[in-house]
Nanobody
Framework: QVQLVESGGGLVRPGDSLRLSCVVS????????VGWFRQAPGKEREFVAR?????????SYADSVKGRFTISRDNAKNTVYLQMNSLKVEEAAVYYC????????????WGQGTQVIVSS
């Protein structure tokens, strides 16, 4: 099993920055990538960003966050970060990190989420 624990959420104003952290533990050798997702009230969960877990730190982003959000990892700390800049009100949501199990292409492991509130 793989466990993920998010932190770093909070209340910010529009235009502010916030950095989320996701600590990954357990059978980390069994995962290919870690992604960030978000879900706002009444909306479906959506993909935000992804980074490979091993090897090269290839990344991908949702179009809506390109240029403003940066995903990175620190393998020594088993931690994946999501730096969010120029936050918008509509980006208030619960942010989840998830691990993609090797050979499945699916995000099988999920954290409990961290709340991000963007309000003036």
């Amino acid at each position: 099993q793989v466990q993920l624990v998010e932190s770093g959420g909070g209340l910010v104003r529009p235009g502010d920055s916030l950095r989320l952290s996701c600590v990954v533990s357990g059978r980390t050798f069994s995962i290919d990538a870690v992604g960030w997702f978000r879900q706002a009230p009444g909306k479906e969960r959506e993909f935000v960003a992804r980074i490979n877990w091993g090897g090269g730190a290839d990344t991908s982003y949702a179009d809506s966050v390109k240029g403003r959000f940066t995903i990175s990892r620190d393998n020594a700390k088993n931690t994946v970060y999501l730096q969010m800049n120029s936050l918008k009100v509509e980006e208030a949501a619960v942010y989840y990190c998830a691990a993609q199990k090797s050979y499945t292409g699916e995000y099988n492991y999920w954290g409990q989420g961290t709340q991000v509130i963007v309000s003036s």
